[in-house]
C-alpha cells in the first residue's frame, strides 16, 4: 500500500521560507516521479514541482522557478520541497504525489496521493 505524507507547512511572512517533506512508504522514490501539487481555495489543484529519482533536472511551474527547489533522499524515501522568498500567492494546500502515468504538471496523471500540508503566506 503507498502512502504519501506530508509535513513541513506552517505560517510565514512574506519573504520567508519553508521546507515541506514527504515521506514515501510502499513505493521507491528512486525509480518513479515524485512531484508537489498544490491548491488554493477555488482554484484548480497545480503542478509546482517534480523530479524523477534516478535524476535528470527537476521540472518546476513559472510561477515557483528560481524560488523553490525540490529534492530527495532516495536512501530515506523523503522528497523535499524548499521554499524561498515566500509570496502571498503561494498560500495553498501543498500535496506530494507519485505514480505519474503522463505529464508531470497534470495532477489526474498521478495515481497517489498525500493528505497535503497546508502553507499560508501573510504580506
Known amino acids: 500500500q503507498v502512502q504519501l505524507a506530508e509535513s513541513g507547512g506552517g505560517s510565514v511572512q512574506a519573504g520567508g521560507s519553508l521546507r515541506l517533506s514527504c515521506l514515501a512508504s510502499?513505493?521507491?522514490?528512486?525509480?518513479?516521479?515524485m512531484a508537489w501539487f498544490r491548491q488554493a481555495p477555488g482554484k484548480e489543484r497545480e503542478g509546482v514541482a517534480a523530479?524523477?529519482?534516478?535524476?535528470?533536472?527537476?521540472k518546476y511551474s513559472d510561477s515557483v522557478k528560481g524560488r523553490f527547489t525540490l529534492s530527495q533522499d532516495n536512501a530515506k524515501n523523503l522528497v523535499y520541497l524548499q521554499m524561498n522568498t515566500l509570496k502571498p500567492e503561494d498560500t495553498a494546500m501543498y500535496y506530494c504525489a507519485a505514480g505519474l502515468t503522463g505529464a508531470w504538471y497534470n495532477p489526474s496523471d498521478y495515481e497517489y496521493w498525500g493528505q497535503g500540508t497546508q502553507v499560508t503566506v501573510s504580506s
Open positions: 510502499g513505493i521507491n522514490t528512486r525509480g518513479n516521479w
Open positions: 523530479l524523477f529519482g534516478l535524476g535528470g533536472s527537476p
